[in-house]
Each structure stands twice: as structure tokens, then as C-alpha cells.
């Protein structure tokens, strides 16, 4: 779902949906899972006592003994987000924001009949940064234990998200001097929107993304074997030493756009087409 330019200014909107009963809007949520850990805890004043994101939900505390109706949540744009209602006894609301929400300051209101009792503001806003990279034949300790997928001619990449809001995985793609690139002259796959070329370990599949919640970090790895030599491929091992560069890209579900990062390759020489090293450095 897409914002559209509020007809009003951004104060007025909030003043609006402060104190207007907006009953049966709900907010635009994305379609991702729904993550693991919590991002830290904003501490509030006022109505508010703490604002965390954990996995791809916003969770808001509300103050004790403090009367509250309902909490909206307003996009960056000044447009409702979304509405939740308070039950009685009750001091937390919580907010689906999936991985596709449009990152920015969103701001919280508190409202009691017609009149607001308070707002506080939260930025949502991915920060998905590579770590490392390397190849299972080189690093087997960096891939995993007990599947029969094979290790060797897998890749992984370790991640953090360093922002203030989740986002999404949604393909791994290996671009250039590889054997097997994502693109055209190896697995084809970087068109396919229903392809992602991440391998999940526990069910031993190809999975469709992997959400990252703000503050932590995790590794995923490739399917499609981009490392593996064979007849056709890209690359293949030669009598003289071979060079160049690729370039690992995620796409990602936020709207933040997509991260990749530029390496350099050496092949070593060897008289069998899939006998030779591989070593990868950071461009």
C-alpha cells in the first residue's frame, strides 16, 4: 500500500486524528515473518511508558493509571497508519508493521473520547549492513551442521540490522566472475520473483525471505550453489590463474532499497575444471 499526500499539514493531521473516532481503519501491515528479537526500548513520558519494535510489531506500554480509549498510529506522511482500542485493565497496544511499512518518523497518539492525551514519536528505519561473506569450501566452520545440502560450494553472508526498524531478505543474488552468477550464463534466477536463493537449514529448503528485526544480526546462506565448478559454468579452473570481481546483493523488502557490496576473486591454476582455490577479498 502507497501514501498519498495529505490534503493538511502534518500538525493538523495529528490534532485530527486525535480526536476524531476513525472506527473500522486499519493500518497497512507487510506480509513477512514475523522475527525473533526486539530492537531497544524507547523510553516515553506522559501516556506513554515504552515503545519497542520486537521482530516486525510495534509494541507500545502505556502508563499506569493513566485513562486511555485508543491509540493511533500515524505514518510519516501524516496519514493513519493504522487505530488499536484499549481494553479495560489493559496498558499495551500493538502495531503489525511488517518489513514493506514506509520508514520514517511515525508518531503515536493518545486519545481519551474527543480529546488527546498525549503523543510520542518512533522512527522505523531499516539499516541492513553485510558483515562478512566467504564459501564453505574455505570457511566450513561458518556454514551449517546436519543437512545434506551440500556446504562446499555454498556461500554465507552474516548481517546486522543497525536501524530502527525490521526489514526483510528477499534474495540473495551473486552477480559477475562467479561459476554459477544469479544472472544469465548460470542459475537465472535473479528475475524469478518467486525465487530467493536462501537456504534455510531447518527445513533444509529454499525459503522465501528472512526477516531481521532492528538491532541484531544473523547469517544466512545460498542455495543455488554459486561456488560449484562444472562444464558450463561461468568459470572454470584453467592451467593460468584467473581474477575478477562480483557483486553480492540483497534485496530487501523495505523501501530503502537494496544493500550489495563488491568483491574481488582469485581463482588459482589447476589442470582439472574444478580442482583450483578460490580467494575472495573486499573491494
Excluded at 502495531?95 to 497518539?109: A, N
Excluded at 556446504?151 to 552474516?158: I, K, L, Q, W, Y
Excluded at 548460470?186 to 520473483?193: M, N, P
Aim: glycine letters at 12%; charged letters at 15%; proline letters at 6%.
Amino acid at each position: 500500500m502507497t501514501d498519498s499526500p495529505p490534503p493538511i499539514d502534518r500538525r493538523t493531521a495529528l490534532r485530527a486524528l486525535g480526536s476524531l473516532t476513525l472506527a473500522g481503519v486499519a493500518g497497512c501491515t507487510g506480509t513477512q515473518n514475523s522475527g525473533t528479537s526486539s530492537s531497544s526500548t524507547t523510553s516515553t513520558s506522559g501516556p506513554f511508558a515504552t515503545v519497542d519494535v520486537q521482530g516486525t510489531t510495534l509494541v507500545v506500554d502505556l502508563a499506569s493509571g493513566v485513562d486511555v480509549e485508543h491509540v493511533n498510529l500515524v505514518k510519516p506522511s501524516g496519514s493513519l497508519f493504522g487505530k488499536r482500542g484499549v481494553a479495560k485493565g489493559a496498558s499495551r497496544v500493538t502495531f503489525d508493521v511488517g518489513t514493506t511499512y514506509t520508514p520514517g518518523e511515525y508518531t503515536l497518539v493518545a486519545v481519551n473520547g474527543d480529546q488527546t492525551i498525549g503523543t510520542t514519536t518512533r522512527a522505523l528505519r531499516p539499516d541492513l549492513q553485510i558483515l562478512e561473506m566467504g564459501i564453505g569450501r574455505n570457511q566450513p566452520a561458518k556454514m551449517w551442521n546436519g543437512t545434506e545440502h551440500r556446504t562446499g560450494v555454498e556461500a554465507f553472508v552474516s548481517v546486522a540490522n543497525r536501524g530502527s526498524g525490521p526489514t526483510a531478505i528477499t534474495k540473495l543474488l551473486f552477480m559477475g566472475f562467479v561459476p554459477y552468477p544469479s544472472g544469465e550464463n548460470g542459475t537465472s534466477y535473479a528475475d524469478q520473483t518467486d525465487v530467493s536463493g536462501i537456504y534455510n537449514p531447518e527445513s533444509d529448503s529454499e525459503v522465501q525471505d528472512v526477516v531481521i528485526p532492528p538491532g541484531t544480526q544473523t547469517t544466512i546462506y545460498s542455495y543455488r550453489a554459486p561456488f560449484a565448478f562444472g562444464p558450463g559454468a561461468n568459470v572454470t579452473c584453467t592451467d593460468q590463474q584467473q581474477e575478477g570481481t562480483f557483486r553480492l546483493i540483497l534485496e530487501t523488502g523495505s523501501r530503502e532499497g537494496n544493500v550489495s557490496q563488491t568483491y574481488s576473486i582469485h581463482y588459482s591454476a589447476s589442470e582439472q575444471l574444478h580442482n583450483c582455490s578460490i580467494t575472495i577479498g573486499e573491494n
